[in-house]
């Protein structure tokens, strides 16, 4: 089983930053906190990814609770293109344990 | 930078059959691990290779195997398929699989078993 938890779906106007939520209570010390999308049909992408601290990149912010239980993933100006589900996984993450894929969070961009 | 390359992108197999589907992995990247997705299961771990060994697996049945060149190239083969094989398989690359790093997949091969 998935060791997130994550809304099944949210919307968001375009332009506007958009919050993904997750629930991470079982995470370990040594596990880090990663985020991939899915478009339509295609292989996921890599997001971002934090162990303790907030991170920041190109694409999205990543916030991480103090006790690490629970995280959002921010995209700061969402557009149409951003419509996709988005994976929040605990794990080593490298791949060579393999990532283990909850059902996601289907974000949906609204013009 | 060459992404992942999966091939063939899409196939019709009929049960009983055996298929073979090939992963090209970042230039540079020696990890390569497997996923089958379903809409039924969604996005599942089959194994992972590294400098041509496998050093990890899924939970998935005999039938599910996998090798790695010594060029990094993989492959991965199901034997003897049922319809329940029916997905989308995809593959990641990483340079090392170390914890801490992240994978870039491919854009999968779609298996359709009739």
């Known amino acids: 089983d998935a060791k997130t938890t994550q809304p099944p779906s949210m919307d968001c106007a375009e332009g506007r930053a958009a919050n993904l939520p997750c629930n991470h209570s079982?995470?370990?010390?040594?596990?880090?906190v990663y985020w991939y999308r899915q478009i339509h049909s295609q292989g996921p992408q890599y997001i971002i990814h934090g162990l303790k601290n907030n991170e920041t990149n190109e694409m999205a912010s990543l916030i991480i609770t103090e006790d690490r239980k629970s995280s959002t993933l921010i995209l700061p100006h969402a557009t149409l293109r951003d419509t996709a589900v988005y994976y929040c996984i605990v794990g080593s993450g490298g791949g060579a344990d393999g990532l283990t894929f909850g059902k996601g969070t289907h974000l949906i961009i609204q013009p | 930078k060459a992404g992942v390359t999966q091939t063939p992108r899409y196939l019709i197999k009929t049960r009983g059959q055996q298929v073979t589907l090939s992963c090209s992995p970042i230039?540079?990247?020696?990890?390569v691990s497997w996923y089958q997705q379903t809409p039924g299961q969604g996005l599942q771990f089959l194994f992972e290779?590294?400098?041509?060994?496998?050093?990890n697996k899924g939970n998935f049945p005999g039938r599910f195997s996998g090798r790695q060149f010594s060029n990094s190239r993989s492959e991965m083969n199901v034997s003897t398929l049922e319809l329940g094989d029916s997905a989308l398989y995809l593959c990641?690359?990483?340079?090392?699989?170390?914890?801490?790093?992240?994978?870039?997949f491919g854009e999968g091969s779609r298996l359709t078993v009739l």
């Open positions: 230039s540079g990247h020696r990890s």
């Open positions: 079982t995470i370990s010390g040594n596990e880090y």
């Open positions: 990641a690359s990483s340079p090392s699989g170390r914890a801490g790093g992240e994978l870039f």
């Open positions: 290779y590294f400098s041509e060994t496998q050093r």
